[in-house]
């Protein structure tokens, strides 16, 4: 829990920051913050050893992010993506590669859109293996994302975004003893449509 708590620190500080310092010009010109929560809604499938895939109930879940980038043009920019996803069992931490595009006139006062991606490995660095015997592993995160950039009549704006979420992890648990060895794998891809409500600067 004190992890959890310590990475939603971290986040909540990243935009503090960001405020403080956006009067400077690297900041001002060059870099670009999506600090967002929202939920993630749709089913998970876990894909046995024998290869069989079993959809698990549907279950709406929580995700907070943050996007640190670099202009790399007036509308594209390249960066990090760090976030924690809450799944029924498994807490996920994504750290991804990712880019964001907007369109429209940077200094516009109405709506524009934007698009992104995000790519990397989710890690399992919060769970608490729920037995000695257990393990956990994570896998391939990828988010594709489309959103509002709504104006706040600052240097700030609201975000709005949809989008798809996809997380793996595989869970290992020892069933055997130390005459006969033997264990249990499990594999689960997890997919969902991705709501978020945020502030980008």
Request: charge should be positive.
């Amino acid at each position: 829990m004190k992890s959890i708590l310590t990475i939603i620190g971290c986040l909540i500080f990243s935009v503090a920051y960001t405020q403080e310092k956006s009067s400077k010009s690297f900041l001002k010109d060059k870099y670009v913050n999506f600090t967002e929560i929202g939920g993630l809604f749709g089913k998970s499938y876990q894909i046995t050893q024998a290869s069989y895939s079993t959809p698990v109930e549907g279950r709406t879940n929580f995700t907070i992010q943050s996007y640190n980038g670099y202009k790399i043009s007036d509308k594209l920019s390249a960066g990090v993506t760090v976030g924690v996803d809450w799944f029924h069992s498994m807490q996920i931490v994504p750290v991804s590669l990712g880019i964001r595009n907007t369109y429209g006139r940077t200094d516009s006062k109405k709506v524009r859109p934007y698009i992104g991606v995000d790519a990397g490995y989710g890690f399992t660095w919060l769970n608490d293996d729920s037995s000695d015997n257990q393990t956990a592993k994570g896998g391939l995160a990828i988010s594709p994302v489309l959103g509002l950039l709504i104006p706040t009549g600052g240097q700030a704006n609201f975000v709005l975004s949809i989008g798809y979420k996809h997380n793996a992890f595989t869970t290992t648990t020892n069933t055997g003893n130390d005459d006969y060895p033997s264990s249990r794998t499990k594999e689960y891809e997890l997919n969902r449509m991705a709501v978020r409500l945020g502030v980008n600067f």
